[in-house]
């Protein structure tokens, strides 16, 4: 099973950047797609970003733009970039390791973090 240790949640005026950190364990990192979800109380958690087994790259309408994501196989870790961040962005954040299924998908992954909070201020 993949551990996954998430880190560079904070705080963050409207407008401002912050990257997020995911490290995960295992030789065969390279062989996992990685997604990342979003989560709000009282909500489902959402798909935000995705990194495909195969080097495609998939992003929510909502972040589309202002978020990159990346894969440094080398480090075991995946990244998350986000620019021009809004208020409505804030939630828990979470990173996820599958090895199959619809990337935008929950029931895909059977890893995942312990999520890192993100609160943008307007």
């Known amino acids: 099973q993949v551990q996954l240790v998430e880190s560079g949640g904070g705080l963050v005026q409207a407008g401002g950047s912050l990257r997020l950190s995911c490290a995960a364990s295992?030789?065969?990192?390279?062989?996992?797609?990685m997604g990342w979800f979003r989560q709000v109380p009282g909500k489902e958690r959402e798909f935000v970003a995705a990194i495909s087994w195969n080097g495609g790259f998939y992003y929510a309408d909502s972040v589309k733009g202002r978020f990159t994501a990346s894969r440094d196989n080398a480090k075991n870790t995946v990244y998350l970039q986000m620019n021009s961040l809004k208020p409505e962005d804030t939630a828990i954040y979470y990173c996820?390791?599958?090895?199959?299924?619809?990337?935008?998908?929950?029931?895909?992954?059977?890893?995942w973090g312990q999520g890192t909070q993100v609160t943008v201020s307007s």
């Open positions: 996820a390791a599958g090895r199959s299924g619809p990337y935008y998908s929950t029931e895909t992954y059977n890893s």
């Open positions: 295992g030789r065969t990192f390279s062989s996992y797609g």
